[in-house]
């Protein structure tokens, strides 16, 4: 969600960069960075522009307009280094060539902002559909009550403790060879009470000790 957020707020997804030469040294150059959710302009005089070159970070890059007064992002990080390179190379060749009166330059990522709002909308299916739950061991009432919540559903299930007799934890491996444990109660008749299943096999085990010493507990009072 927090990915999704500083997206969509903050990372500007399409640049275009237009310079006008009025004579030598004369003229404007206008950034306009554009996201989902607006444009912002940022003009600079052609006499502070000195040229541009391509930033590194890792593997994304950027084209930066060297100007007198600093440096001036222009496009966004992107992976695409040639296009990056070509970019920097126009306006080099702009800032050396008096002769040429006219530059226009753009980028267009929004295909990242997309991806923002893939994520921000993932985050927010998380929370809608997900289930929170309490197992709760009532010793006075010989019963296992199962509460399931969730924003769309509510449930709740209960269990008789005397049906209980054991505790295993179940171990599985996905599609990608992920392993997961699972702490399954055994109840008589042959069914289970799955608990949520993890990668930890060290918190199920505790888990599953937990429970098994607590069974064990009640069936010596008896």
């Known amino acids: 969600m927090i990915f999704g957020l500083i997206s969509l707020t903050f990372d500007y997804h399409a640049a275009t960069l237009s310079c006008q030469r ?35 970070c890792g593997y994304k890059t950027r084209v930066v307009l060297l100007t007198s007064v600093g440096n001036v992002p222009f496009t966004a990080n992107s992976t695409n280094w040639g ?7 126009d306006i080099n060749f702009f800032v050396k060539n008096a002769k040429d009166q006219l530059l226009r330059l753009s980028q267009d990522e929004r295909w990242l902002g997309w991806t923002g709002g893939i994520f921000l909308l993932a985050a927010v299916a998380v929370l809608v559909l997900r289930n929170n739950e309490t197992y709760s061991f009532d ?15 509510r449930k709740v299930m209960e269990y008789s403790l005397g049906d209980i007799y054991g505790v295993e934890v179940e171990r599985t491996k996905d599609r ?30 505790k888990i599953a000790k937990a429970i098994n010493n607590y069974l064990h507990q009640q069936n010596n009072q008896k």
């Open 22 to 56: 009025l004579q030598a040294k004369q003229g404007k150059c206008q950034i306009v960075r554009s996201n989902l959710l607006g444009s912002k302009i940022q003009e600079i005089e052609l006499a502070s522009l000195q040229g541009a070159k391509v930033q590194r």
């Open 83 to 89: 296009t990056q390179d070509a970019v920097a190379s």
């Open 139 to 153: 010793e006075t009432l010989n019963t296992l009550t199962v509460k399931q919540r969730g924003l769309l559903a």
């Open 176 to 205: 990608d060879h992920d392993i997961w444990y699972e702490v399954r109660l055994l109840v008589c008749g042959g069914s289970r009470i799955s608990l949520p299943r993890t990668m930890n096999p060290y918190q199920q085990a």
